[in-house]
């Protein structure tokens, strides 16, 4: 899952109402948030600094999934949040070239191609919520029609 890839092709994966979700055909940008096995308290925390963006999201045509092994690795709920939980043999991270200890920030466009990518460091630093909101805002602005569409930029290594 690094800059460039495209998100697999999932077709069986569910969010945590059991409802079948699509994520390479959804028509949005999206964030993608894979969270550390067990309640991570760091986790949590970016989770919720992600989710108080969901209004501005919204505005770029962004949508917000969080992704963990069961309901209480992606707290919080709330509306216009995607949570995709059940993962317990982590085959939707290993699809996704993850470890099972990996915690991971992605931000896609609408055809499923990542454009920033982080994973968290030792001290459990993620990219800046603000940060991730620019990159919604970057993707959604590229007009495909003229032919000179932005490539991915990069890792977020260079703003911690």
């Known amino acids: 899952m690094e800059v460039g890839d495209q998100l697999p092709w999932l077709h069986d994966v569910t969010d945590d109402h059991g409802r079948p979700l699509d994520w390479r055909d959804t028509r949005r940008n999206r964030i993608v948030f894979f969270t550390h096995p067990g309640a991570c308290a760091g986790c949590s925390s970016h989770a919720r600094d992600l989710v108080a963006l969901r209004a501005h999201l919204s ?63 030792d001290r459990h630093t993620l990219v800046a919520p603000a940060d991730v909101l620019e990159t919604i805002k970057f993707i959604a602005i590229q007009c495909p029609e003229c032919e000179t569409l932005d490539q991915p930029a990069g890792d977020w290594s260079s703003v911690r």
Not at 82 to 93: A, K, S, Y
Not at 97 to 120: E, Y
């Open 59 to 121: 505005r770029w045509d962004g949508d917000l999934w969080l992704v963990g092994d069961t309901a209480d690795d992606v707290m919080p709920e709330a509306d216009d949040v995607i949570r995709v939980t059940g993962d317990t043999d982590h085959l939707l991270r290993q699809r996704c070239g993850l470890s099972a200890d990996d915690a991971r920030v992605a931000v896609a466009d609408r055809w499923g191609q990542i454009w920033q990518t982080a994973v968290a460091d």
